[in-house]
């Protein structure tokens, strides 16, 4: 899933949307002693992307009475409510909470959202503190699913689920932790281009809020060299565009100019555009629309060509045979 | 998606299956000039792997009269109908015909299998012409799924079936063709262990039956040198075991013998196991039950940590956050 917060975007607290007759804005996790730390309780930006401040958390586990509820991890896929899986939508259907980014849950059926007690929705920013609020709200006794785009394991929230929960003292089992596994970008990408990555490949993100740039640069120097198709995530933004330019001039370093590259636009959504271009004409589209940071870039190899508008890497059988 | 044939599996002729009475078992492509090469009307073995012959393709676009039909290429995910996206199901219920590795077809629901006009099934090898079939049946006139587990664009036929289009003087354009995202191994393998793969992440086969084992050997050092997460597929069979213990030995080169890695075997199948050791361990594991053809490694990096029985990789918001 795609979570990842950027400093350039604007932040707005949380909002609460209860299907019920209560519409309070206050947290609903119960916990027995509220914090300004709290996720939802606070007008303070969540964000944290431009905050160095340490942000103690919350709540811990002796902060509630209850029972545990369970706590799953849901990836959404490309968007569309047709590539969901089934069990992502039934994992859905199964729990009382829903907590995630605006944009992915208005992504979820209605039927499976009204069916929620309560959602909890954020905008852009706060994906730590939605984490927080999500298992502050399992603990607290409710089943919660938290959503996100694509798959909980690509650049998500599986992770930091994890982290937060032992942060508060908690552990998986006791929250039934689960993980319902989604299309990455990388793959619902590619199927909008043909067959552009086939063989061995590697996902590798621009954003270098969490990762220094020196080491983005050394992983990309590192397979580049190699025949690894590469999907890029997060290829730009107005604050990063120097690590788009640099991405594009390490891979011109291994690769020919001419080496097929899909990108993909806005997947999903109404002003969804894919191209295919040319390695040595990638850096000029980083001041165009179609790159963002909705875009998703497939970087082809020395074998990967263009046919009949569809970006084709080859398995390796034409050298065996005369298909 | 995984339709990686190996040479050390046995090899058996096609079978079609026609819902309707017509039970014969010849190829069902109403090719004008049937060909030997012809998938399905020999019982040579189609596999390919354990040949050098060159294999001449049977049919081409002259020999069909009938306005093309679609041809459609459909991940079906880790396995099970839950793991199915709805598109996936949607598109199988819209086709005439389903080709597909044996295992793979009895994945589907029965009542999408059962609404199609004819199932043209194989067992392990025939992965070419396998394809073939498709294509062929396709510019006869029948809209065709051609089907596997996972994502059409991860080791799978995304890529052949284009190949082979070209090869036959089709295009890609003429039999609509379309691709269907699923969720690949790695990322459902992922799902069953918690958090293993999360930032920048590597899928890398051992199989070399396509790619030189040298090739692969160069690809694992330039990964785990790096801090990517790294997804193995294909990590042993019977006549590959070297690939195994090289592969175990370059990424103890670069890495912590204490490092966590994810076994995955026989995902979503009854015999499904999983582990989570330490790298020193894995090679000895490659002569255990638990790694076959049917396993998924995950290999952590130097963040990676073991908890409450879940691999766990690091977003990388500790170091900023005190949560």
Redesign the interface.
Known sequence: MSTDTTPDTDTSTGTSTDTDTDASTESKCGASTPDTADAGASTESKC?ASS?D????GSTVEDFDAEPGRLVAV?L??GQ???????A??ALGEVEHIVGYTTYIDLIPDEITEDADDIYSTPMCGE?SRT?EAIDRALAGNDVGIVGSG??????????????L??KGG???MVD?E??????AA??C???L????????????LSDH??PMP??E??LH??A????TIAIYNPWSRKRRENFQKCCEILLNHRDPETPVGVVHGAGREDEATEIVELGDLEELGETDLIDMTTTILVGTGDTYV????M????????????
Chains 1, 2 share one sequence.
């Not at 409510?81 to 069990?87: F, I, K, L, Y």
């Open positions: 944290g160095t340490e942000k103690e958390v990836g896929g490309p409510p047709e590539g969901m899986t089934q069990r939508q039934t730590v927080e798959d909980p394991n690509v650049y998500a929230l599986a992770g930091l689920a994890l982290e937060i032992e942060s552990t998986a089992s932790f993980v319902v596994p989604g299309v990455p793959q619902s590619a199927a909008r043909g067959a552009p990555l086939v063989n061995d490949t590697v996902s590798i993100s969490l990762t080491e983005i050394s992983r590192a397979v060299g190699e025949g690894f046919w009949d508008d569809r084709v890497t080859p398995r390796g059988y034409e050298s065996k045979y005369d298909y």
